[in-house]
Structure formats: C-alpha cells, structure tokens
C-alpha cells in the first residue's frame, strides 16, 4: 500500500504554530478537508491510547479535533485516573487547556441510560459534549474514534437519538467474527445498542494473536528506545508520568510508558492498537474494510444477521509498516492541531 506524498511547498498553505516544526511530507492529499473528530478514550488504560491522542495532536494538515472524552475501563483505575493521562498527553502536545478535555461515563451503560434525561448523571459532561458537536452545524461531518468501551457513545444516542444522523463512530474493539476484546466486553450492551442503531459505524478490528487485526501492528521496547528519545514538541514546565519522572516531550515519555507495561509474542512487543484506527482516518489505504450486515453479540457469541439492513463496515489487514513510519515522521516534523 503506498502513501500519497504532498510537496513539500505545498505545506507552506498550512499555518503553524510558533516554534513548531514543518513537515516535509503528509499522507493527507492537499484538497482533503481535515477530519472533525472528536476521540473518546479510556486513556488511562494501558499506552496505545497516548500514542493515538499524540498522534492527532500532531497532525494537524490531516485533523480537527474538537476535543477529548474519556471513559473508565476496568484496567486504568476511575474516571479521574483516565483524565489525568489525557490530561498529560494534551500537555506534552501544547494543547491542555485548549482542545476541551472531558469526563465521560464511569460506570456502564446499562446502569446509567435510565438517568441520561436527569439533570445530573454519569458521564454527562463528556456525553452532553458529543451531543453538543454533532448538533452544532458545521461543513464536515462528525467522526467519533472510540477507542475504549462504547458507553458514552451509547449514552449520547439514547439521550439523543438524533445524532445519529449527524455522526459517524469508528470504534476500536472486538475480534470479530471471534469472541472477546476488552474493549468488547468493558461494555457489551453500550457495544449492542450502537449496532442496532442507524448511525454510521465501522469497527477496526483488534484480533489478539491474529495477523489481520490491529494487533499486529506491534513495536518492540528496543525500537522505542531507539526511535522515541527527545521526540515530539518540547514544553518548559515537566509533566509527572504515570509511574513518576519528569517529562518535557511525548518521545521521554513513551520510553517510560514501555518500561513499565508487559510484552507479548516473539519478539515480546506491544500492539498500538488505537494508533492503527487514527491512523487509517488519516490514509483510508493503511487498512482494508469491507461491508457487512449488523451482527449481535449473544453469551459471548457473535450472532450474523444475513438480513440485517443495517451495515456496518469492518476494517482489517493493515499495513503495520506504514503506520509505524508515519507515526514517527509525524512526530519528527509535527505540526499542532488548531486550539479551540
């Protein structure tokens, strides 16, 4: 799969921020409208969240990001813990305090969706927002990358169900046609009550052990350690990481994130899922999807429904080397995503 290249004179049209870095290449054609999306994450999770917000934040000739949400998934600790991390990754990128950063659901689906017409409820700040943007009026559509469980974007559309029409979710999750995923199973009705919904929904697929899901898009902590030092936009006043030290730039911080994470495979690596699914919003062709009926997750089981009128579209195969490079090219010669 090959990369569109823009010229390099051509970057000269995109504005940048003071003391940001041009890049000499995007795999965003010049005529592409940006990408409106706002990125719902469980960010506190493991590290695959971090690289994807990184990746947005420094990309701006590809995306608009009107802003974050965040959920609780049953790994990363309460809703303030996922904030936080958010919190970091938008202060490394320059952008905290700029690019709305919201709480979303803490518990699941089920529990909450009785009290979404309250005045107060959980996850209503996130949920009220993704409410907000896809009824705000606008000339690009409305793309929702969840890469966590789907409660608050269930919420959202049952608190209204109109949206449903002005949106579209690419969701990170499942090993379909296999059961299980974590995302999955966080929330599995939020996960049922979006499929059985007419919004607009692709699932980029995570297939653990499987060469055709996101799961094979892996890095080792040696290819971090030599790639990431000292990448990234460089701020004055250091964050706190997770697991302690201080840190100026994203590229620091990703070497501690792979210190203390565990390793799969041969070689032991990590999958960065949620990059791959940024990723192919970026360039479509780092990916392979294809049309299928709605199916239905029952005891664990994918259910197909051949009749289903509802399509979704399911997204695997893709083309680890292009994604890797592109995530540290962009990073090298970032360009800031607008404030808000």
């Not at 501690?256 to 690596?269: A, C, K, R, V």
């Not at 049309?291 to 680890?320: C, G, T, Y």
């Amino acid at each position: 799969m090959r990369k569109l290249i823009l010229p390099i004179a051509s970057l000269l049209l995109f504005s940048c921020q003071p003391g940001e870095k041009v890049a000499e290449e995007t795999s965003a054609p010049e005529t592409s409208p940006k990408v409106r999306l706002i990125y719902d994450t469980d960010a506190n999770n493991e590290l695959d969240d971090q690289f994807a917000l990184m990746y947005l934040l420094v990309n701006v000739p590809t995306f608009d990001l009107e802003g974050v949400t965040v959920n609780a998934t049953k790994s990363g600790g309460n809703i303030d813990m996922h904030y936080e991390e958010a919190k970091r990754i938008l202060q490394l990128g320059q952008r905290f305090g700029q690019i709305p950063l919201l709480k979303g659901a803490d518990g699941s689906f089920e529990a909450i969706r009785t009290s979404v017409q309250n005045q107060d409820f959980d996850g209503k700040e996130g949920v009220d927002f993704i409410i907000e943007q896809a009824n705000r009026p606008h000339d690009q559509e409305l793309v929702i990358l969840a890469v966590g469980k789907l409660t608050n974007v269930a919420l959202a559309l049952e608190k209204d169900p109109t949206i449903a029409s002005k949106m579209r979710v690419v969701w990170l999750g499942s090993n379909y046609p296999k059961p299980g995923e974590y995302n999955q199973d966080n929330d599995t009705v939020s996960m049922n009550f979006v499929l059985n919904t007419k919004v607009p929904f692709e699932m980029v697929t995570v297939r653990y052990g499987e060469p055709s899901g996101t799961d094979a898009v892996k890095v080792t902590q040696a290819e971090i350690n030599e790639k990431m030092p000292g990448m990234g936009p460089q701020i004055d006043t250091p964050i706190i990481g997770r697991h302690g030290g201080e840190f100026i730039n994203f590229g620091d911080y990703a070497i501690s994130l792979f210190e203390h994470i565990d390793y799969h495979g041969d070689p032991p690596s990590r999958a960065l899922f949620d990059m791959v699914a940024a990723a192919i919003l970026k360039n479509p062709t780092w990916g392979e999807k294809r049309e299928i009926p709605a199916p239905i997750l029952i005891d664990n089981q994918w259910i197909e429904r051949q009749e289903n009128s509802r399509k979704i579209m399911l997204w695997e195969n893709f083309d680890r080397d292009a994604v890797i490079q592109d995530f540290y090219h962009t990073l090298k010669n970032y360009q800031l995503v607008d404030p808000k």
